[in-house]
């Protein structure tokens, strides 16, 4: 196996799981039907996992840009007392991925 499949396999495990978190985060869920609602949430998590798989370069720069608006939208609105350490939480589940992915496309672009 290539450092570049090793790199882009890290990427989606840490993609998936990033995901599930900010999931959990964002709402319960419970052990009932009504709970199912929140894994619609992870669609898109699975689209730019694919895309990761296909193109992990691009992967890598919207994961980025998604840190971005996940950030100014925690920031958009009435000034709220920010805790730093959320903050250190969504750029960690977001950049830990990014980073794989553009690890994965130099492995990728350099091994032919």
Same mark, same amino acid.
């Given at each position: ?58 992967? *890598?720069? #919207?994961? !980025?840009?998604?840190?971005? =608006?996940? +950030?100014? $939208?925690?920031?958009? /609105? ?13 750029? *960690?589940? #977001?950049? !830990?991925?990014?980073?794989? =992915?553009? +690890?994965? $496309?130099?492995?990728? /672009?350099?091994?032919?």
């Amino acid at each position: 196996m290539s450092r570049a499949h090793v790199f882009r396999i890290a990427a989606l495990v840490s993609l998936g799981l990033s995901g599930l978190l900010l999931v959990l985060a964002s709402g319960n869920l419970a052990p009932e039907w009504s709970g199912l609602q929140h894994l619609i949430m992870l669609t898109p998590v699975f689209a730019l996992m694919w895309l990761g798989w296909k193109h992990p370069l691009s992967a *890598g720069w #919207l994961v !980025v840009i998604l840190a971005f =608006f996940i +950030l100014s $939208a925690m920031y958009a /609105g009435p000034p709220v007392e920010m805790i730093w350490y959320g903050n250190v939480i969504v750029w *960690g589940l #977001l950049l !830990v991925p990014a980073i794989l =992915f553009f +690890l994965a $496309a130099n492995a990728r /672009g350099t091994s032919g």
